[in-house]
């Protein structure tokens, strides 16, 4: 018992509290600290809870020790009680409206790992999809059951592929969540879901997109299959760059690749097709990381005492400048994408124009120093642009259908003339 004593004494010691927070930073973390100045005769594992973790100035509550052999101290890990705790499951409320609140009780934690009670991600995912097969059509002339049955096939992608992607978040955030007031009571971070089971669930996920991915022409798997390297990164990107935004735009905008190749289209074959697919991507990355910068200011207190990097941080101070740079950018290449494809007055009007004043009033409206006001901002602005770009391209292929239509009546009725001519002639 001396010796525990005189252990926990020098374990907690003042002059131990630059090498301990080298190596555990802030909150929960691992870290070797050599104790004893001499070989001593056993290695001591200590799980350790600290008052005041970073400035470790408050004395061990509790330390166990377990023998291996060695000469120093392992400290496995420690929790500081000024950080953000671990959620007690008193503080989780399941869901009592939506469709999530109508599942068995043990599906709610898998449906809230793919934020299926939280679905504007999804819709994020969706809406280049639904903007490069409009894109398409209006240059094809697809049929419109086919854009139909199209549209339906990736709303369900998006749907599953998103869920996926949280998944692995998730699992990659599942030692922080805990201390971000936003993520705390998430599936994994409460322990209402294994790291194991979310593997297994991952799995299932991903054979389920691939099973949706093969409905398409096999082309689009070709096209679709780079952008898991982005869904597998782009949770580590927040921990080495301050622009993890941009990852997550080059994610979340692959669907802009897909409308050709889904209608059956050989994009390789058009350089046209394929330079407005790259201006549509490349727009949509920009709208990407417009709402995802508003939505960052929702976490930047917690994500600075986490070490978690983001765009928000980097440009706090003039977000909103940035904001405009980015609305500027994503409308310039839109309306590049349709000149590209010859796109009549109506789709700069609605898509480049009216989209434009949207972006505006979310800029101008938007209290990035209030979380509500951020989370409104980001949900409504999926509708309010989104809707506005997709009218754009539906009013744009609905003109097209309808010249298209008009010409091949006028043909029609020139080929009947021509025959009732040659009729009359050799009456004659």
Same mark, same amino acid.
């Given at each position: 018992?001396?010796?525990?004593?005189?252990?926990?004494?020098?374990? =907690?010691?003042?002059?131990?509290? &630059?090498?301990?927070?080298?190596s555990?930073?802030r909150?929960?973390?691992?870290?070797?600290?050599?104790l004893l100045?001499? !070989?001593a005769?056993?290695?001591?594992h200590?799980?350790?809870?600290?008052?005041?973790?970073?400035?470790?100035?408050? *004395? =061990?509550?509790?330390?166990?020790?377990?023998?291996?052999g060695g000469?120093?101290?392992?400290?496995?890990?420690?929790?500081?009680s000024?950080?953000?705790?671990? *959620? +007690?499951?008193?503080?989780?409320?399941?869901p009592?409206?939506?469709?999530?609140?109508?599942? *068995? +009780?043990?599906?709610? !934690?898998y449906?809230?790992?793919?934020?299926?009670?939280k679905?504007?991600?999804?819709?994020?995912?969706?809406?280049? =999809?639904?903007?490069?097969t409009?894109?398409?059509?209006?240059h094809?002339? @697809?049929? !419109?059951l086919?854009? /139909?049955?199209?549209t339906?096939?990736?709303?369900s992608?998006?749907?599953?592929?998103?869920?996926a992607?949280?998944?692995?978040n998730?699992?990659?955030?599942?030692?922080?969540?805990?201390?971000?007031?936003?993520t705390?009571?998430?599936?994994?971070? %409460?322990?209402?879901?294994?790291p194991?089971?979310?593997?297994v669930? &991952?799995?299932?996920?991903l054979?389920?997109?691939?099973?949706?991915?093969?409905?398409f022409? +096999?082309?689009?798997?070709?096209?679709?299959? *780079?952008?898991l390297?982005?869904?597998v990164?782009?949770?580590?990107?927040? %921990?080495?760059?301050?622009?993890?935004?941009?990852?997550?735009?080059?994610?979340?905008?692959?669907g802009?690749?897909l409308?050709?190749?889904?209608?059956?289209?050989?994009l390789?074959?058009d350089?046209?097709?394929m330079?407005? &697919?790259?201006?549509?991507?490349t727009?949509?990355? @920009?709208?990407?990381?417009?709402?995802d910068?508003?939505?960052a200011?929702?976490?930047?207190?917690d994500?600075?005492?986490?070490?978690?990097?983001?765009?928000?941080?980097?440009?706090?101070?003039?977000?909103?400048?940035v904001?405009?740079?980015l609305?500027i950018?994503?409308?310039s290449?839109?309306?590049?994408?349709?000149?590209?494809?010859?796109?009549?007055?109506?789709?700069?009007?609605?898509s480049?124009?009216?989209?434009?004043?949207?972006?505006?009033?979310?800029?101008?409206?938007?209290?990035?120093?209030?979380?509500?006001?951020?989370w409104?901002?980001?949900?409504?602005?999926?509708?309010?642009?989104?809707?506005?770009?997709?009218?754009?391209?539906?009013?744009?292929? /609905?003109?097209?259908r309808?010249?298209?239509?008009?010409?091949?009546?006028?043909?029609?009725?020139?080929?009947s003339?021509? =025959?009732?001519?040659?009729?009359?002639?050799?009456?004659?």
């Amino acid at each position: 018992m001396p010796f525990l004593a005189m252990l926990s004494r020098r374990f =907690c010691a003042k002059d131990l509290a &630059t090498s301990i927070n080298g190596s555990l930073g802030r909150g929960r973390a691992t870290g070797y600290v050599r104790l004893l100045r001499k !070989p001593a005769l056993a290695f001591w594992h200590a799980s350790c809870s600290i008052s005041n973790a970073p400035k470790l100035s408050q *004395p =061990c509550k509790t330390i166990q020790f377990r023998q291996y052999g060695g000469d120093g101290l392992r400290l496995v890990s420690t929790t500081s009680s000024s950080e953000q705790p671990s *959620p +007690s499951p008193t503080d989780y409320q399941p869901p009592s409206t939506g469709f999530v609140a109508r599942l *068995p +009780s043990n599906w709610i !934690p898998y449906a809230e790992l793919m934020r299926l009670d939280k679905p504007t991600g999804t819709y994020y995912v969706f809406f280049p =999809c639904l903007f490069s097969t409009l894109l398409a059509s209006a240059h094809i002339q @697809a049929a !419109p059951l086919q854009i /139909c049955a199209i549209t339906a096939l990736f709303f369900s992608g998006a749907v599953v592929m998103r869920g996926a992607g949280c998944t692995i978040n998730d699992l990659w955030d599942r030692n922080l969540d805990p201390y971000v007031a936003r993520t705390k009571l998430r599936p994994i971070a %409460r322990g209402a879901v294994t790291p194991k089971q979310a593997i297994v669930f &991952t799995g299932f996920q991903l054979l389920t997109g691939l099973a949706i991915l093969l409905q398409f022409p +096999s082309a689009c798997f070709w096209y679709a299959s *780079p952008s898991l390297l982005f869904v597998v990164t782009y949770p580590l990107a927040k %921990r080495f760059t301050d622009y993890p935004q941009f990852i997550l735009g080059l994610t979340f905008s692959w669907g802009a690749f897909l409308g050709f190749p889904a209608l059956g289209y050989d994009l390789l074959s058009d350089v046209q097709a394929m330079k407005a &697919t790259v201006a549509l991507y490349t727009s949509c990355v @920009a709208w990407t990381v417009f709402y995802d910068m508003i939505y960052a200011h929702m976490d930047i207190k917690d994500d600075i005492k986490v070490g978690i990097r983001s765009i928000a941080r980097r440009h706090e101070k003039e977000t909103k400048a940035v904001l405009a740079g980015l609305a500027i950018m994503q409308m310039s290449l839109l309306g590049l994408s349709g000149s590209f494809l010859g796109f009549h007055a109506p789709f700069y009007l609605i898509s480049c124009g009216l989209g434009s004043v949207t972006l505006g009033g979310i800029i101008n409206r938007v209290d990035l120093k209030s979380v509500q006001n951020c989370w409104f901002w980001f949900r409504t602005g999926a509708w309010m642009t989104g809707g506005v770009i997709s009218f754009g391209l539906w009013t744009e292929y /609905c003109m097209r259908r309808t010249n298209s239509g008009h010409g091949a009546r006028g043909e029609g009725n020139r080929r009947s003339g021509d =025959c009732t001519n040659q009729r009359s002639q050799l009456l004659l």
